[in-house]
């Protein structure tokens, strides 16, 4: 049974981690950050909030969701990323719902689900990362 949680934690943090590393990369490397900023913030959201908070929300959502993905694909400092990923929800989540009150949450719950479940499920089950191999690391180095 310990086995199944331990490849359930691992699945959860991969899937998680695919869906915002690849989703940042877009961001970054396909459309480019300017872009993003231009044609989906400004375009969308210019009457609604000032301009510099529109550029720092675009450039911070996405190099957090490339990082933040990244991090959590190779499990490394996985509760500090997952609060700051947190926050990338909570502002996604207030900007659409800025724009458009009755709004389709489909691609914001499911990864705050998943998200969720990572801060929930103990961290002793995620084994598979860089975080567990520095601990076992330092604990066998100081015997």
Known sequence: MIRNQ??????IRLLLGFILFFQGFGKVFTFGLDNVYKNFFQASYSELLPDFLLLFTSYY??????IGGF????GFKRDYTLYVLASVLVIVT??????NPIWDLSHVMY?????????????NLDI???????INYKSK???
Do not use: C
């Not at 207030?94 to 724009?99: R, T």
């Not at 705050?112 to 961290?123: D, H, R, T, V």
């Not at 598979?128 to 520095?134: A, E, K, L, T, V």
């Open 111 to 123: 990864r705050a689900i998943l998200l969720i479940s990572l801060l929930l499920l103990p961290k």
């Open 94 to 99: 207030i900007g659409h719902g800025l724009k």
């Open 61 to 66: 959502t996405s190099l957090v969701e490339l």
């Open 6 to 11: 331990q490849i359930a934690v691992l699945t």
């Open 141 to 143: 180095k100081q015997r």
């Open 128 to 134: 598979f990362s860089i975080d567990n191999y520095y």
């Open 71 to 74: 991090l959590l694909i190779i």
